[in-house]
């Protein structure tokens, strides 16, 4: 799609001004409740009947320990057809969204390219309904046996003791899924990557500081910050509406991935779409600067937020897992925008290839996922890209995004943190 120059021309024509970033909030100290060493252990295996899948292996796995004895997590495994590469196959660990579950073709997918792969349900379910490779049509969150906990609404059992929450056991039974990976013979314990889409978004963005065993960390919409968050479904649990004070001071040190990524020393890439209606842009920004390894934003203007979009619509995901763990070609980066020195034309260092790049702006205040956006075309120059216009005086927000197209696709997406304007 050619982007609109009519509005690029228009944001030329207002005069240019001064800008300041907004300040931010540094991240709670963070407080750690989970056992590292236990859930670092291999966990017994329980084969099932239940919820066949073609080329599948489907067991339960155990967790970590609810109400006084081990949780079992179903799960769907699968690695590539013929032998394996010298080290073992790459694996990846799939973290799942809200309403969501284990998924074959999310693991078929991976192996599609090259990597074993690991699907489970983090919320006490069997996997169920029809899409993703789902068969049968056997109902969506059938409880089983021996199951954890299901997560309650958005942070419905705050109240809960730590080890009885959603969350606690989310995390545990993401890092016991790394841990039985690294058991498997055909395995590389050195390149098992993680990945998760929207809610599994903000569990592996909190995975990432606490299990440092992981090659790599792709979350996908979901991030941190939400408790910051301007979404009105997000914004509702927190004070002054919810949460005690001691309630909100446990989501900050324990939960919330803004206190955990700190730590995160692995690769991370950030996926995401401009105008995602649940993570907003602000705080999906926010939360990849925080990473003590290599972090790198993918904003694809029209991903769309879902299941199957979050892993096919990108391609990038895999073109970062292949440069980590294959020694594949790395993904552009754009730095950090500056306005040039006495003016507000925008330029930033960047690496990698582009055929195009452009400033998004916006003027408009309010909700991050309504605000309008216009565009100012890049000149590409020397590891460059500068604005061919300055951005507008009424600011509130911009960065710079690039691309490559190849054949009438797009890839190499990848884009600048967003800069919040100070009004």
Known sequence: MKLPVVIALAASLIPATNFAQAPEAKPAQRVVVWDGLALSKTPAIHETTERPAKGMKSFFYEGADYKGKPTWVFAYYAAPEGKPPEGGWPAVVCAHGGGGTAYPNWVRTWNNHGYAAIAMDLEGH?????????????????????????????FGDRALPDKEQWFYHAIADVIRANSLLRSFPE???????????????TTVSAVAGIDSRFAFVIPVYGCGYIHESDNPGLSTWFPPKNMTDAQF??????????????????PTLWVTGVA?????????????????????????????????????????????????????????????????????VVRAKYTGEFTEAWVYVTTGGGLWKDRKWAFIQCNMDKGELVSKAPIPGNATGYFIYGFRTVGGGRNNHAASELVVIKK
């Open 126 to 154: 069997l996997p169920g309904g029809k899409d993703h490779g789902m068969e049968g049509n056997t109902p969506l969150g059938a409880a089983h046996p021996n199951a954890g906990p299901s997560r309650i609404d958005w």
């Open 187 to 201: 395995i590389n314990p050195k390149k098992i990557g993680l990945t998760g889409i929207s809610w599994g978004g």
């Open 249 to 266: 001071a446990d989501y900050r040190t324990k939960w919330d991935p803004s206190a955990h990524l700190p730590f995160a020393k692995m």
């Open 276 to 344: 995602d209606p649940v993570f907003q842009i602000d705080i999906f920004s926010r939360s990849s600067k925080l990473t003590a390894g290599p972090s790198s934003l993918c904003l694809r203007p029209f991903l769309a937020h879902g299941h199957g979009n979050g892993w096919e619509d990108a391609p990038e995901i895999y073109t970062f897992a292949d440069n980590i763990v294959k020694g594949g070609p790395a993904l552009p980066k754009i730095e950090r925008p500056e306005p040039a020195t006495g003016g507000s």
